[in-house]
Each structure stands twice: as C-alpha cells, then as structure tokens.
C-alpha cells in the first residue's frame, strides 16, 4: 500500500479513486475503518457520493470511452496519436487522448514484422544418400561417417571434427 512510500512524491493515488474504492468495498468493510485507512474524511466520501458529474468529468468519461472503442478497434496497435487523428477526422476534437490511454491503462503494441526464411522454388533438393542408410562396413576404412561433437570446456563450447567407421552414438 502507499501508506510504506509515503516519502515518494506522487506514491498515493488520486482522492477520487480512494473514494470510489470505499464505495466499492463498503458492503466488505465499515466505511470509517477504511476512511482512515485510506486517509480519507468520512465527511468527503459522503459528499462525493452526493456529488453529480459535472460536465468536463462527463466530457472526459465519453471520450474515454471513445478511445477505448478505437483502441480495441486496431487491436491494441494504435498508440496516441494515432487515435487522436482517428478521432478528430471523425469530427471529435480532443487533446488529451495521451493522458486518457494512460489514465485507461492502455498502451499501444506493435506487430511483429512476419520474415519469410524459406523459399521453396519448386522441388527441393535433397543431398543424395550416397551409402542409404547401411553403416555396416566391411573392412576399416570403407566407409567413413563425420559428425561434430561438442566438448564443454572452462572456455566454453569448441567443436572437433570426429570420423568413425560407425555411427555416432547418441
């Protein structure tokens, strides 16, 4: 809770979000517990419940929820600015789309660029199986196999070529 970091400035949330969380939890907790709590006059949650919405917090609370509309409508790309140009060649003046997506909780996500790695031209072409598949070998030296092995060392990983009449075991 805030209540530790006091000495940090801005550390405690806005007085009417206090509020509105004891009007939340006011069926759970005794509203004078939690107004202490909170450090919030008793006398001030009253009022605020009394209170009508005047018409910049009315004005705040549709564009708020325009921008949500429009956010959700890119799927999460747009960022700021892009929602207020949306916006306003919809005919919705406004300058505070920054601070609403903030106040909101959302911030834009960029796709990933998608890269194709593999190019398929057709057939694809395969190394022949010179020996298919059959390791067995009559004499020494009459069929020999590569494989690289990894050895951990202090230093980290180095490869060493290893040739063997058979196969490596694995």
Avoid at 109 to 114: M, T, V
């Amino acid at each position: 809770m805030w209540t530790e970091a006091r000495a940090t400035v801005g550390c405690r949330p806005r007085a009417e979000y206090r509020v509105a969380l004891i009007e939340v939890e006011k069926a759970n907790y005794p509203v004078l517990w939690m107004c202490s709590m909170l450090k919030v006059a008793r006398s001030s949650f009253y009022a605020w419940r009394s209170r009508a919405e005047t018409p910049t917090g009315l004005r705040r609370r549709r564009l708020g929820e325009r921008v949500a509309s429009m956010f959700e409508a890119s799927r999460g790309t747009y960022g700021c600015r892009r929602v207020a140009a949306a916006l306003n060649r919809q005919g919705t003046a406004c300058r505070m789309v920054a601070d609403l997506m903030h106040e909101l909780g959302l911030k834009a996500r960029q796709p990933r660029a998608y890269k194709v790695t593999t190019i398929h031209g057709g057939q694809v072409w395969r190394r022949p199986d010179l020996i298919e598949r059959d390791f067995t070998a009559g004499l020494p030296g009459e069929r020999l196999l590569g494989d690289i092995t990894y050895l951990r060392t202090g230093q980290g990983w180095p490869t060493s070529p290893r040739s063997s009449t058979q196969p490596p075991a694995r």
